[in-house]
């Protein structure tokens, strides 16, 4: 009876539990598989997918816990435990940037996005750090690369680019006359830590006019500690003779507080097809980065400064003299104008830089309410250089210094576990001024715009197998431009009719407008993410709608674009875009074997796009003409990606992507649309993961479905006037380019303090035209290219 009763007075003192949800310090989500060990032998816990954790039959008195996870700093709590106790527990959440360790984040997954979200980091933010932004785009499934000549690039998501594409860059939208084919994007990957491309209600926040997606540029993440690392890079590369190399340094305090410095320098001389040098092709690009702030958790603040300068030199081969060049220049099987390999780059080339000042802060009103605040002020310059006569050709052709000022400002709070919300404010002031001194017709006038948007985002999310979210924005512009017009073209576009009362000043052959333009437009977008817990496939549904204004290229351009070796005439009667999109997205992201099929439709209203409208020959040379027009356009497609895991040594990959877009005004098949392509990789990496290979292939088959414009004009061949015809249009036939590399790890397991990496592109050298070059009528695009990178990180 005695040892009955005193093993029940026993099981009274030790039968209390405790229990609690984990979630993370900065924003509440809960934190998975966090371990709590206690005082008591053999008692302990893991939270599980939601952050709750049980530990049962504890005995009453002073608890002593211990929190630890891989990716958060262990804490110690002391409770009084005389009852059954519910303690939740706030970890900082972190991942170790000095030591390039790759960590999973257990934390609960993200669902907020309806829309399959892409993201490149790591490994492949490394290879790319040579090329362009939209040459590392190209490692996602459904993005292409609309170029001109070999240097110049910018990204096309599912058959949209310029305007329709938004980039940014610490929260603010890149500001820097995006609206040119040649105008790349003016920032080094090597200032950020990874690229990522969202659409739907993620991107409404920064603008409502990006059909095609935005891209995502995030900065290096800086850990709350004392530390003091770096990393440097360097590229060396065979085609043009050049490389680049690029440095980082970040001093950090357990305090939050931190600075950061950035450079990089970027040298290439004239690139070369396979049979010979592309003259005037080479390139100089230098960056300049700071960052200085303090981030803790209930505030914080962070003030920034970046200097982006570059030179690109022109293929001289595409500026023809007269209608006669410009035929023997499509037909001959070399450029006309070759030469030996240099580094100098004459005219015709563009110089600019792009600066950026910004300041950002955030404070907390509770711990699931956060503000934040951006102000950011750039500068653009552009500068193009055409060959002209009587020395000239060293004062640029068009001069361009665009000023722009932004401001954001946004709430997000949450309601319980399951709602979240976001709502701001942005608000744009723009000035460009086209310098008259270049003594040529400005291609782009001087312009005022005022932009200002609201938008508000939410989320629902009760667990990890549904979401749905939802969000609406809206947009003012106001233009006000000062543009001269020839008398001839203001009466043969009819804009005496429609604009009389624009005209501020009369010279007799020329007209003085003062165009205002006023556009109001609307973003929204509704999505619903279900997935399948048994058999683990997601499935996504989403509607985008969005509208955009016409640029100032599509509304205002009239004469010689330089760069493009084009005469661009832009169109006054331009509406806003209207485009409603349906993507479907369905997947299996676990276990050996994931895929992902991506198929979407698009219907616009009133889309821009620009067409060749036939030749002119000027006193500066013969120059096919372009003029912007809009249509309806239906625009299906898809994107598929499979990943196979053999084993822990190979990997096999494939990303194949279709698009369809037809004119629905016309009947015709829109014009620079990316054919069908397919990309597949195959990934070796040795046992001790000291080595990896890579073997990649590229089909990009040849685009059937085109507009016909082929053009007719007289051309005097002996003493006899004769019709000639240009074709502007067919497509170059399909090709298949291999590369391949080689990285070598050396240093301790997976601290990765030095990178030795071979890389070779197209390395049969394999000669091709490029369907989305335009400048793909006067040569063939670059060969075999090998590159040795080094990476050092300390």
Known sequence: MF?????????????????????????????????????????????????????????????????????????????????????????????????????????????????????????????????????????????STLKTGNAIAKPIIHGMFGSRVGIVNNGIRLQDQEWGADHAPSLDINAFESIQLIKGAAALKYGGDTAGGTILLSPFSIPVKDTLYGRSLMNAATNGRGGNVATQLTRAYVSGFFMKFQGSYQQFGDFHAPDYEL?????????????????????????????????????????????????????????????????????????????????????????????????????????????????????????????????????????????????????????????????????????LKYQAGSYFVSTYKPN????????????????????????????????????????????????????????????????????SKEKEISNRFSYVHTQRAPNASELFSDGLHHSLATVEYGNLRLNKEISHKLIFDVGRDKNTFRWNIAPYFAYTTDFIFIAPQGLIQTVRGAFPVWKYEATDTRIFGGDTSIEWQFNKHFRLTNDTAYIHAQDLNSQTPLISIPPFNSKTQLVAVTPNQKWEWRLSHLWVAQQHRFPDDRFDFPLLVNGQIQTQQIDLSTPPKGYQLFSMDISIFLGKLHSKNFIVRMMGNNIFNTAYIDYLNRLRYYSFEKGRNFHLQLIFNY
């Open 279 to 447: 003259l005037n092709t080479g390139l100089k690009a230098a960056n300049l980065s700071m960052r200085l702030g303090l981030h803790r958790f209930n505030s914080g603040w962070e003030i920034g400064f970046s200097r982006y300068q570059n030179t690109q030199g022109i293929l001289r081969a595409s500026h023809i003299g007269n209608l006669e060049d410009l035929l023997n220049a499509l037909e001959a099987p070399v450029p006309l104008r070759t030469a030996p390999f240099s580094y100098a780059i004459g005219a015709p080339k563009q110089e600019g830089f792009h600066q950026n000042l910004y300041a950002s802060g955030y404070f907390r009103l509770t711990t699931t309410t956060k503000i934040n605040l951006d102000y950011s002020f750039q500068t653009n310059n552009r500068q193009e250089f055409d060959i002209r006569r009587s020395g000239l050709s060293d004062l640029p052709a068009i001069d361009m210094m665009l000023k722009t000022h932004s401001w954001n400002a946004s709430i997000a709070w949450k309601e319980g576990m399951n709602w979240s919300f976001e709502a701001g404010l942005n608000a744009v002031l723009q000035d460009n001024f086209s310098d008259p001194a270049t003594g040529v017709k400005r291609l782009i006038p001087d312009y």
């Open 3 to 143: 040892f009955f009763i005193a093993q029940s007075l026993s099981g009274q003192q030790c039968g209390f539990t405790l229990s609690g949800k984990i979630t993370d310090l900065h924003d509440g989500t809960p934190i998975v598989d966090a371990l709590v060990m206690t005082n008591q032998e053999g008692k302990f816990a893991q939270s599980d997918e939601d952050g709750n954790y049980f530990i049962r039959n504890l005995c009453a008195g002073k608890i002593t816990l211990q929190i630890s996870h891989v990716a958060c700093e262990t804490q110690t709590k002391s409770i009084a435990l005389n009852s059954h106790f519910y303690f939740n527990i706030d970890l900082e959440h972190h991942i170790n940037s000095l030591d390039e360790i790759v960590v999973v984040d257990h934390r609960k997954k993200e669902l907020s996005e309806s829309v399959q979200q892409f993201q490149i980091e790591g490994a492949d933010m490394e290879r790319s750090s040579g090329e362009s932004l939209a040459t590392a785009l190209e490692r996602i499934s459904g993005v």
């Open 464 to 531: 990890n197998q549904l979401a749905v979210n939802a969000g609406i924005r809206l947009d003012v512009q106001l233009w006000d431009a000062q543009k001269y017009y020839n008398r001839s073209d203001w009466l043969d576009q009819g804009y005496d009719q429609d604009y009389a009362q624009s005209v501020v000043l009369d010279l007799s052959s020329q007209l003085l407008a003062n165009i205002e333009k006023r556009f109001l437009t609307t973003a929204a977008h509704a999505g619903l993410l279900l997935i």
